[in-house]
Each structure stands twice: as C-alpha cells, then as structure tokens.
C-alpha cells in the first residue's frame, strides 16, 4: 500500500479566507481524488485530480471554489476558497493505481479537519 | 453475531463473537465492491475487495460476501476484538477502475 500523508492535520479558519490542502504520495500513482466527509457522514468525491490538466468535478462543486493541482504523479493541493462555517468538513486525499502494484485498490489518506468560524 | 441494514446505523457485538456488517447496493451494473474501516480521527482503511464474478472472497478474518439477485454485500469479521471497533463503509463502482460511490456507513461497537 501507500503512504500518503496530507498537511495540514487540521486547522480553524475565519470565513471569508482559504485553506490550502496538500497530499503528498511515497510511490507514484496515476490517479488521485479529494473527498469530503462532513462530520457523522459518508464520503463524497469533490473531484479528480489530473496530471497537468484541470480537475475533473463532481455535480455540485467547482473549480472556482475548490482549485486543485496536480504537479506530478505523487502530489495534489485543494484549496478551500472563500470559506463558511459550512466547509467545516473532514478532506480526504485518496489515490489509486500505485507503481508496481497492479491493482486497482484506492487508498486514502489521514484526512484534514477543518473548522471555519 | 448480529447484522444489521443501513437503516440501523450502531451494532454492538461481545468481544470474540462474530459480526455480520450489512449493505445494500443501488447500481445492479456495479461490478466491483469494497470495504473500508475508518476509526476515530483517521482516514479510511482499505480491508477487503471483491468483483461482480465473485460470491465471495476471504481475507485476514474477514469474509466479504456478494448476492448480486438482491444486490446485498456483507463483511463478516471472525472473533470480533476490541480493535475492530470502527465505522465501516461499504462502496461500488461501475468498474474496478472507475468513481466509488460510497454507503452511510455502521459503526461496529465491540463489549469487552
């Protein structure tokens, strides 16, 4: 498996501002995704993050609002933009096909804990 | 052991009896299935897979099984431990490769 390691662990931010979320990866992967988790509930995939493309979204978020990058195939940052206390959520990195691995098992990573006031 | 549907979100089990997890699947053209563990302030852990060809696959005290006639997943864990005391999530996808779609979750309660 991999090691994915998200910074930061968490974080209170005032509304109105943004957060900036990097994953960073050990082994290169060709696919990467951020979720969020609001508190109590299930996960739901904000986006695909694509190797020096744009994202690729789900219905109901945009790029305005959640700009993510994908530099090379083991790091990707999602911002946060113009937070309210309802981004208060838990963001997942997750990645899937891992070198050498040959399979199609996703990973995800420990998770930031936003709170916005 | 007890089971439980997604419409009862808590299953409490004695320590070393069997658990029987339950999930039901919305897409019947889903052909790829799995199970993750999340525990308190940490991120989802991957615990066991299985494909539509598949009835079931056994893993590391851990038995996922797959009705596909009444689109039914269940993870069995044997010997339940403390440690297993976790929210499980069952997802499926279209293909191995594409979008999880994600269940609410059960949280597994262990009694020492």
């Known amino acids: 498996s991999a090691v994915i390691s998200q910074k930061p662990s968490r974080d209170i931010c005032q509304r109105g501002t943004s957060l900036t979320i990097q994953c960073q990866v050990d082994s290169q992967v060709t696919m990467m995704f951020w979720y969020r988790q609001q508190p109590g509930q299930s996960l739901t995939l904000i986006a695909t993050a694509n190797q020096g493309s744009e994202a690729t979204y789900e219905s109901g978020f945009v790029i305005d609002k959640f700009p993510i990058s994908r530099p090379n195939l083991t790091f990707s940052t999602l911002t946060v933009s113009n937070m309210s206390p309802e981004d208060s959520s838990i963001y997942l990195c997750s990645v899937r096909g891992l070198a050498g691995e040959g399979t199609d098992t996703q990973y995800f990573g420990p998770g930031t804990r936003l709170t916005v006031l | 052991g007890e089971s439980v549907g997604l419409h009862l979100p808590t299953l409490s089990v004695q320590e070393g009896d069997n658990s029987i997890i339950n999930c039901a699947y919305s897409n019947s053209a889903s052909d790829y299935f799995i199970w993750y563990k999340q525990e308190s302030g940490k991120g989802p852990q991957f615990i066991i897979d299985i494909r539509s060809n598949m009835d079931k696959r056994q893993g590391q005290r851990v038995t996922v099984l797959l009705n596909k006639t009444v689109k039914h997943l269940s993870l069995q864990i044997a010997a339940t431990q403390p440690g297993d005391s976790a929210v499980y999530f069952c997802?499926?996808?279209?293909?191995?490769?594409?979008?999880?779609?994600f269940g609410k979750g059960i949280t597994l309660s262990v009694r020492p």
């Open positions: 997802a499926e996808a279209f293909r191995a490769n594409s979008k999880l779609t």
